[in-house]
């Protein structure tokens, strides 16, 4: 079979069984089927690595040639958002491989592509007889799609075995035809940072009664008051922090003039960037500050009842530089003249920022401008989160980039209907983590 053929039959064989993310305690026989699964078409990797399972979660240890350098880790998740028929071209869980050289289904992009990449570039390796350098780890979890303890529990285990990596890389980046609207060629965007996450409830008590008399600045009145508010101004912190700077200046090339020039020339144009970009585009905004999205509410069970405890679901992602205390007492500031009550559901801080300076960083780039020759490379903020997160307290470096190209419609089918990934890219992706630790220099 060609490289494509087996790409096709080995990530079809994966999106076929519908691993829809779970959390530790529930029925995980899906996920120990698809382990079954990974065993069939990975047999080299079964027989000659170490393999760890913890409530479902994956880990593997390949032993390399080196015991006194640090080992590498690289990250997926096998779990799933779910999926129905309705709306997909095939159905969602069939792995069908289209026309146009793409591979659809559930998974096909987020995240089977980076799991598929990750190990049969390892399986190929062993064919080889190649040995790793270095020691080599991958960890898959069960419950990235909903924020669960899977990644963390793996942390905690190869922490309290002692290791420290050189560096981990999950999914989050990639190479995408056109990272940003008016480029001229493609880029690997490559995240060193992810931002904070709160889902807060505010809450307006008062009286309740008839709708057909009501009083002036009822519960919902002021709920609604300061949402406009918050909406108007977006009191939050803007700032440019310096590996978004890098990123815009990295980019810069690859934009028609003026704007060409003015990304070259940050440090005169700074000023003027930071107070365009969020105005531009709610992507501007977002690296730039703290997000705060409206996206739940509840008030009276019927529409003729003043609602009495009425409240609003905010999801606020929070920068770097104005991490989610921070960004939650701005909220508060503002809620406090309408008489609002603040419960926080769920919470985490930004992670910390890897060094875009350092060598592991470094060897990476210079990875991906060999094996993507026709790409510009920069680094980026991730806006949502990945499991990497976990993994900066056993690293310096804990970057998001899965070297896997996709067109912008194929990064927005991710979660969507008709998710896919092209059949070449997969290959492509192979050949990356194959250089990658055959040319190891760290």
Not at 162 to 183: N, T
Not at 256 to 279: G, H, Q, Y
Not at 397 to 407: D, E, G, K
Request: net charge negative; glycine share 8%; aromatic share 10%.
């Amino acid at each position: 079979m060609t490289d494509i053929q087996i790409a096709a039959e080995k990530l079809g064989a994966m999106i076929r069984i519908p691993t829809v993310s779970k959390h530790e305690y529930e029925d995980l026989s899906q996920f120990y089927l698809f382990h079954k699964e990974l065993e069939k078409i990975f047999p080299l990797v079964h027989e000659k690595l170490e393999k760890t399972v913890l409530n479902g979660t994956l880990i593997y240890h390949w032993e390399g040639a080196d015991k006194e350098k640090q080992p590498v880790l690289f990250m997926g998740h096998q779990d799933v958002v779910p999926a129905s028929d309705e709306g997909w071209s095939v159905p969602a869980f069939s792995g069908t491989v289209k026309d146009d050289g793409c591979l659809y289904g559930r998974g096909a992009l987020d995240c089977k592509s980076t799991m598929y990449v990750e190990l049969q570039a390892v399986e190929e390796l062993l064919s080889e007889g190649f040995v790793p350098p270095c020691d080599v780890y991958l960890e898959y979890s069960i419950n990235e799609e909903t924020g669960g303890d899977g990644a963390a529990a793996a942390m905690r285990y190869l922490r309290d075995k002692g290791i420290r990596f050189a560096f981990v890389m999950d999914e989050g980046g990639a190479v995408i035809d056109e990272a940003v609207p008016g480029m001229d060629r493609p880029y690997a965007v490559i995240g060193v940072t992810e931002k904070g996450y709160i889902d807060v409830k505010i809450t307006a008590r008062g009286k309740g009664g008839h709708s057909s008399t009501p009083p002036r600045n009822t519960p919902a009145a002021r709920l609604y008051a300061f949402a406009n508010e918050i909406e108007r101004k977006r009191p939050f912190k803007k700032k440019m922090i310096p590996e978004v700077e890098e990123m815009l200046r990295q980019m810069a090339p690859a934009f028609s003039f003026p704007l060409r020039l003015v990304l070259s020339n940050l440090w005169l144009t700074k000023p003027l960037v930071m107070a365009a970009m969020p105005k531009i585009s709610p992507f501007g905004e977002a690296l730039m500050a703290t997000t705060c999205c409206f996206t739940q509410m509840k008030g009276s069970d019927a529409a003729n009842v003043i609602p009495k405890e009425p409240y609003l679901i905010a999801n606020l992602r929070c920068s770097v530089h104005q991490n989610c205390e921070e960004s939650l007492n701005v909220l508060k500031k503002y809620g406090k003249k309408y008489g609002l009550e603040f419960e926080v559901l769920h919470r985490r801080d930004a992670s910390p920022v890897s060094d875009i300076h350092s060598a592991a960083y470094g060897y990476i780039v210079k990875m991906i401008r060999a094996h993507f020759p026709d790409a510009g490379v920069a680094p980026y903020l991730i806006m949502g989160g990945t499991d990497c997160r976990h993994f900066h307290a056993l690293t310096d470096t804990a970057l998001r980039f899965a070297p896997v190209r996709m067109t912008n419609a194929q990064n927005a089918s991710c979660h969507a209907v008709d998710e896919n990934v092209t059949l070449s890219a997969l290959v492509e992706g192979v050949q990356f983590y194959k250089k990658l630790l055959k040319s190891y220099e760290l």
